[in-house]
């Protein structure tokens, strides 16, 4: 999860955050019109937390599994790429969204019914939610977590 102060302070990731409260009020539609053209702003050479996030919440927006699927990856490949970059502006805040992340492309893939690929990310969210702080982030990733494991059982 964006720390409140940094969103404060970047104008992108406040207009992600207002896009991101329509989106949890119900307007989904106008949440994916914000996102879209966030997205035709930034694009795939904006800053990695920016592109992260923004994919990361557009997946939410999407009708069909396997358009949220990509853009998942695409928040994903963000991530990863900003930590293999090992640049520390923005590292902290993409390692605390690891979790989200992953348990997202593990719901992506049961939508899907790969469900090889999505017991794979749900071990890499598990692994990178055991980093999280005891607060109520974290215990709403590794609950999350738990809560996929058990649905993945009765498959």
């Known amino acids: 999860m964006i720390e409140q102060q940094e969103a404060d302070q970047d104008p992108v990731l406040t207009r992600i955050g207002q896009a991101v409260m329509l989106l949890h009020g119900g307007d989904r539609e106008e949440a994916r019109n914000r996102f879209g053209a966030l997205w035709s702003e930034i694009g795939e050479r904006g800053e ?24 998942d990856l695409r928040a994903l490949a963000a991530a990863e790429g900003e930590v293999r970059g ?14 989200s992340l992953h348990l997202n492309l593990a719901s992506d893939y049961v939508k899907l019914q790969h469900l ?18 005891d607060d109520g982030y974290g215990h709403r990733m590794r609950t999350a977590v738990a809560r996929l494991e058990r649905s993945l059982r009765e498959v």
């Open 116 to 133: 090889d690929a999505a017991r794979a990310h749900l071990d890499r969210a598990r692994e990178s939610a055991r980093h999280l702080k």
């Open 86 to 99: 090992d640049r520390q502006q923005s590292f902290r805040a993409l390692r605390a969204l690891f979790p």
């Open 48 to 71: 990695a937390l920016h592109r992260c996030t923004l994919a990361h919440y557009m997946a939410d927006t999407q009708d069909d599994p396997g358009d949220e699927l990509a853009w």
